[in-house]
C-alpha cells in the first residue's frame, strides 16, 4: 500500500515537471515571436550575396516592423538568423504618435530592441525636437540618449549637453556634462539636470547657474519653472546681482513678486556698502532690494579700520528715499548690541544709513568707547573718511567712567559731540546745563573731588582718560577732600553703571543672559518697537539740521 502511494506521487511529480517545460518552451517561442523582426516591403531583394555573407539585402522603399515600431529607409541588410537589421538612406522611425526619428544609417537588434542612429539624427515627439550626431534608441522602452552631444528644443526651451537620455513614456530628460538651457529670459548652465518635457520644471542635481536680466540663481539641488520662473533651491543657493547677495541652503523664489525667501545659514551682502547680514530666516525682494533677517541675526560692517558685528531680533534693508543710487538704509530692532575693538553699545532699535555714514540709537542706548560710558534719549556715530569720526548724544546726555574703586568721574549735558580720532575719544563737548564729578589725584594719590556746573564744557581725553577740562563759561565749583565725601552726593542725577550689559566679544553679541529688568524698556509691558516706529525715528533725524 505504501509503494502504491510513492508510484501516484512520483507521477505526479513528473507531470508538474512536465507541465513547467511545456510553458517554459511556449513561453520563449512566444518571447522570440514578440521579438522577431518584420520586413513588410522592399522594391526588391537579394540573398547570401558577398559583400555580407548571411544576409538579405533589400533595396528600394524598404519598410521593417519591430514591437509597434515602423522603420524606413533606402536599403538595409537582414540579418534573419541573428534578427537583426543594417539600413541606410532617409531612415524613419515612428512609434504611434509619440516617436518620430530620423537618420542617415541604423544598425538594429530585434533581440534588445535597441537602435543605433548615426547622422543627422532628429527625434520629434509631440512637445520637442531633439538633434545629434548618434542617438541609441530602445524601442521597447521607449527611452533614447546621446554621448557625443545633443540639443533639444521645445516652445519655451533650447538646451544642450554632452550627455543626454529621453524617456518618451514619461516626458522627461536627463543630461550631463556641459549642459546649458537657453530662454528668452535666462540662462540656465549646470553639471546635471533632469527636465520635465510637459511641465517645463528644471530639476537640480548638481552646480547649477541661472542668469537672468534682473540677476541670477545659483544652487546645487532643486527645482524652477521655466514658464514662471519660480524656484526652490535647497543647497548651496544664491541669488543676487551686481548690488546685493543673498546665500542659504533653502531658497524660495517668486519671479513675478521678485520675492524670495531664505532658511538656514542665510547670508544677504550689500557689495556698495560693505555691509552684511545673517540669520537662519530671511527675506529678500530683488524688485525693491528690501531684505530681512531674523533668528540669530547679526550684522557685519567692513571698513578698513575694523569690523562691527550687530546683533538684533531682526535686521532689515532697503534703499534709502530720495538718494543716489546704491545708497541703503540698515534697520536693526528689538535687544541691540555690538562689538567693535574700540567701541561697543546697546540699545532696543538701530538705524544706518549709507548715504551719510551716520549709525542712529534709540530707546535707551549705551555706546561704551575703551574706559568710557555714555548714554542719553538717542545717539548717533558717524563714521568719516576724512577727519574725527562724530559721537552725538541728544537729551540727557551723560558719560561716566571708572576711576578706581566705586569713584566714577561723570558729565552730565543737555547734548554732548565727542570727536574720536584713530579709534580713540579725542574731545567731548557738553553743550547745555553741563555738570562734572571729576577725582583730582597726583603721584601721591588722591587729593579729592571736583564738583562743577557750567553751561558748556570742553574735555580733552588723554589715553581715553579725562586730560583736561575747560569751562566756556562762568562755572559754578566746589572741591572736597576725601574727609568730605561721606557728606557729598558724588552721583550726578543721570548716574548708572552697567558694565555688565557691555558686549566683551564678538560672541558677546549673542549673551542673551545680559538683557535683565533693568535693560527692559519702560512702555507697554511686552509691546516691542516696531520697523514703522524706527523709520519715523530715522525720517526725524535726516531731517534735523545737526549744526555740529
Not at 556634462?177 to 540656465?188: E, H, I, Y
Not at 540669530?296 to 534693508?317: G, I, M, P, V, W
Request: proline letters at 2%; hydrophobic letters at 35%.
Amino acid at each position: 500500500m505504501i509503494i502504491l502511494n510513492r508510484s501516484i506521487n512520483l507521477r505526479r511529480s513528473l507531470n508538474i515537471l512536465l507541465t513547467a517545460c511545456l510553458l517554459l518552451v511556449a513561453t520563449i517561442s512566444m518571447a522570440q515571436k514578440k521579438r522577431r523582426v518584420f520586413i513588410d516591403h522592399s522594391d526588391s531583394l537579394v540573398s547570401n550575396v558577398g559583400v555580407a555573407n548571411n544576409a538579405d539585402r533589400l533595396i528600394g522603399n524598404v519598410i521593417v516592423r519591430h514591437m509597434g515600431a515602423i522603420m524606413h529607409c533606402d536599403s538595409a541588410y537582414f540579418y534573419s538568423n541573428e534578427n537583426k537589421v543594417d539600413a541606410f538612406g532617409r531612415i524613419h522611425i515612428t512609434q504611434g504618435d509619440t516617436v518620430d526619428l530620423k537618420g542617415n544609417s541604423l544598425i538594429y537588434d530585434g533581440n534588445t530592441a535597441m537602435a543605433i542612429i548615426q547622422g543627422d539624427v532628429e527625434l520629434k515627439d509631440p512637445s520637442l525636437v531633439l538633434t545629434s550626431d548618434e542617438l541609441e534608441y530602445n524601442v521597447e522602452q521607449g527611452i533614447a540618449y546621446y554621448t557625443t552631444g545633443g540639443t533639444i528644443v521645445d516652445s519655451l526651451n533650447t538646451l544642450t549637453s554632452r550627455i543626454g537620455r529621453y524617456f518618451s513614456e514619461k516626458k522627461m530628460l536627463f543630461f550631463r556634462d556641459s549642459v546649458c538651457l537657453v530662454n528668452k529670459d535666462f540662462t540656465l548652465d549646470s553639471d546635471t539636470l533632469k527636465y520635465d518635457t510637459e511641465n517645463k520644471i528644471v530639476y537640480l542635481s548638481g552646480p547649477t547657474t541661472i542668469n537672468g536680466e534682473s540677476g541670477y540663481l545659483y544652487s546645487e539641488s532643486g527645482w524652477y519653472e521655466t514658464k514662471t520662473q519660480n524656484a526652490e533651491l535647497y543647497k548651496n543657493s544664491r541669488m543676487g546681482n551686481e548690488k546685493q547677495e543673498l546665500r542659504c541652503d533653502t531658497l524660495l523664489y517668486d519671479k513675478i513678486k521678485g520675492q524670495a525667501w531664505a532658511f538656514h545659514h542665510v547670508e544677504i551682502e550689500d557689495f556698495k556698502s560693505n555691509l552684511e547680514i545673517q540669520g537662519e530666516i530671511g527675506e529678500y525682494n530683488e524688485k525693491s532690494e528690501e531684505g530681512m533677517v531674523t533668528e540669530k541675526a547679526q550684522l557685519l560692517q567692513y571698513s578698513e579700520k575694523d569690523t562691527l558685528f550687530l546683533h538684533a531680533d531682526t535686521l532689515r534693508t532697503h534703499p534709502a528715499a530720495d538718494s543716489i543710487s546704491d545708497k541703503k538704509i540698515f534697520l536693526a530692532y528689538n535687544k541691540v548690541r555690538f562689538f567693535r575693538r574700540d567701541m561697543q553699545g546697546k540699545c532696543d532699535s538701530l538705524a544706518y544709513n549709507s548715504q551719510d555714514s551716520i549709525m542712529r540709537m534709540y530707546f535707551d542706548p549705551i555706546v561704551w568707547a575703551m574706559n568710557n560710558q555714555m548714554t542719553a534719549d538717542s545717539i548717533t556715530y558717524a563714521n568719516n573718511l576724512e577727519g574725527p569720526d562724530l559721537l552725538k548724544l541728544f537729551t540727557d546726555a551723560f558719560m561716566v567712567s571708572k576711576d578706581s574703586v566705586e569713584m566714577y568721574n561723570q558729565i552730565s549735558g543737555k547734548d554732548m559731540i565727542g570727536y574720536v580720532v584713530n579709534n580713540s575719544l579725542d574731545v567731548l563737548d557738553v553743550i547745555g546745563n553741563g555738570e562734572t564729578i571729576y577725582y583730582v589725584g597726583d603721584k601721591n594719590g588722591l587729593m579729592g573731588v571736583n564738583k562743577a556746573e557750567c553751561s558748556n564744557i570742553n574735555i580733552k581725553l588723554k589715553e581715553n582718560k579725562i586730560h583736561r577740562i575747560s569751562f566756556i563759561t562762568q562755572p559754578k565749583m566746589n572741591f572736597f577732600p576725601p574727609s568730605d565725601f561721606s557728606t557729598q552726593d558724588l552721583k550726578l542725577p543721570l548716574f548708572r553703571w552697567e558694565d555688565s550689559l557691555r558686549p566683551k566679544s564678538p560672541k558677546d553679541i549673542f549673551n542673551f543672559e545680559a538683557y535683565d529688568k533693568k535693560e527692559e524698556i519702560k512702555r507697554n509691558i511686552g509691546e516691542k518697537i516696531s520697523k514703522k516706529e524706527i523709520l519715523e525715528k530715522v525720517r526725524k533725524s535726516l531731517r534735523r539740521k545737526e549744526k555740529r
